[in-house]
T-cell receptor
Framework: DGGITQSPKYLFRKEGQNVTLSCEQNLNHDAMYWYRQDPGQGLRLIYYSQIVNDFQKGDIAEGYSVSREKKESFPLTVTSAQKNPTAFYLC????????????FGSGTRLTVV | EDKVVQSPLSLVVHEGDTVTLNCSYEVTNFRSLLWYKQEKKAPTFLFMLTSSGIEKKSGRLSSILDKKELSSILNITATQTGDSAIYLCAVTGANSKLTFGKGITLSVRP
């Protein structure tokens, strides 16, 4: 079955460390997205990629970095510059950037310890 | 900047009740409004409403788009405990970016 796989489901990070969250899709979708979800805040866009080897900053990109070397993969790195990284991170994809039909992964819960 | 406001932010009902969830928006060159249900992890798609499709229904769930009032409602009739979830509203506009509201937490008590 096609879908989006995020790993790990739970991640613990020490302060000052960089961590990378994985997002893989086998839907042959061109566009991929990373969102952050905090309680009472809804989903906020971190980065998005319309096509391989291209990505754009979203609304809250500071302290994060991404790459899009393969169509199937869009990893997110949470750097030590992100001051409040504890949150639930969701990856999504769509056929094209102008397509509203998003498919979401199951998320990664990151906790700073 | 595109904006989506959902209300109420949370509500508690009993099984069998009917609920109405609200979503209002400000967006440049509106294209679509989407409703998602999020139970534990991944949001799942419910409805997409556009200028050419302002009313959708699926079982006990229905949604209407009011382009004049820049708003939408999601109705759930004969609620069940399985309807307990966060309901997310999102809109797309000229920049094709999906902008989400903060979500409505619905709790259905037996």
């Amino acid at each position: 079955d096609g879908g989006i796989t995020q790993s790990p489901k739970y991640l613990f990070r020490k302060e000052g460390q960089n961590v990378t969250l994985s997002c893989e899709q086998n839907l042959n979708h061109d566009a991929m997205y990373w969102y952050r979800q905090d309680p009472g805040q809804g989903l906020r866009l971190i980065y998005y990629s319309q096509i391989v080897n291209d990505f754009q900053k979203g609304d809250i990109a500071e302290g994060y970095s991404v790459s899009r070397e393969k169509k199937e993969s869009f990893p997110l790195t949470v750097t030590s510059a992100q001051k409040n990284p504890t949150a639930f991170y969701l990856c999504a994809s769509s056929i094209g950037y102008r397509d509203s039909g998003y498919t979401f992964g199951s998320g990664t819960r990151l906790t700073v310890v | 900047e595109d904006k989506v406001v959902q209300s109420p932010l949370s509500l508690v009902v009993h099984e069998g009740d009917t609920v109405t969830l609200n979503c209002s928006y400000e967006v440049t060159n509106f294209r679509s409004l989407l409703w998602y249900k999020q139970e534990k992890k991944a949001p799942t798609f419910l409805f997409m409403l556009t200028s050419s499709g302002i009313e959708k229904k699926s079982g006990r769930l229905s949604s209407i788009l009011d382009k004049k009032e820049l708003s939408s409602i999601l109705n759930i009739t004969a609620t069940q405990t399985g309807d307990s979830a966060i309901y997310l509203c999102a809109v797309t506009g000229a920049n094709s970016k999906l902008t989400f509201g903060k979500g409505i937490t619905l709790s259905v008590r037996p």
